[in-house]
């Protein structure tokens, strides 16, 4: 039974990080069993089973997805120094991220919230509640740099909104093969960076 379980939640990884990549060209509706199991060697059967729904696959996909940015983005920078250095490293890893690309699409954030932003469910809730702790690292990060004095930014909330979405654009200009986008993305993070 133990070697049943361990091999189901070896194949559900499996999926979940082929789903990720798909997603992130595709979108989460560009997901379907049959694509999975003929790109993976596995059963479309197989596959159902651990998944039963698209909508569960989908919730999978963007779980996986999750794990994986903060594993690459968000974890490696919370040993950095707090304050400006740790909010430079952290828009640094989230450029390399994109631009690597991690995913084949680039950014899975960038690919999947337009699809399902006014589309409510589970979906799009599990979408938001990224969306907003990513946010959330952002801001906290730019607030604890304030706290340290060493940028002037007064609002911190105000500060990640604006640096996500010109990543968010960033992300765009690279889909397109336009390498000025990460130039003006570095020149905004330094002017919200700039000393107090």
Same mark, same amino acid.
Request: aromatic share 6%; proline share 4%; hydrophobic share 45%.
């Given at each position: 039974m133990d070697r049943r379980l361990l091999r189901g939640a070896r194949s559900r990884r499996a999926v979940t990080r082929r789903a990720v990549d798909i997603a992130s060209v595709d979108g989460l509706d560009g997901l379907s069993f %049959?694509?999975?199991?003929?790109?993976? %060697?596995?059963?479309?059967?197989? #596959?159902?089973?651990?998944?039963?729904?698209?909508?569960?696959?989908?919730?999978?996909?963007?779980?996986?997805?999750?794990?994986?940015? #903060?594993d690459a983005v968000v974890r490696p920078e919370l040993h950095a120094p707090e304050g400006a250095a740790r909010v430079r490293a952290l828009i640094e890893r989230w450029i390399d991220y994109a631009?690597?690309?991690?995913?084949? %699409?680039?950014?899975f954030w960038g690919a999947t919230l337009p699809e399902f932003d006014s589309r409510p469910g589970p979906v799009r809730d599990a979408l938001r509640r990224q969306q907003a702790a990513w946010m959330e690292t952002l801001a906290t990060?730019?607030?604890?740099?304030?706290?340290? %004095?060493? #940028?002037?930014?007064?609002?911190?909330e105000f500060a990640a909104f604006q640096m996500s979405a010109v990543l968010t654009a960033a992300n765009v200009a690279l889909r397109l093969g336009?390498?000025?986008?990460?130039?003006?993305?570095?020149?905004?993070?330094?002017?919200?960076l700039a000393p107090s």
């Open positions: %049959g694509r999975l199991a003929q790109d993976l %060697g596995l059963s479309k059967a197989g #596959i159902q089973t651990l998944f039963r729904t698209k909508e569960d696959l989908q919730l999978a996909t963007v779980e996986t997805a999750r794990q994986v940015f #903060i631009a690597g690309p991690l995913f084949p %699409g680039g950014c990060e730019f607030q604890r740099a304030v706290d340290a %004095g060493d #940028i002037a930014a007064a609002d911190p336009d390498e000025r986008g990460v130039a003006m993305a570095r020149r905004v993070m330094e002017d919200l």
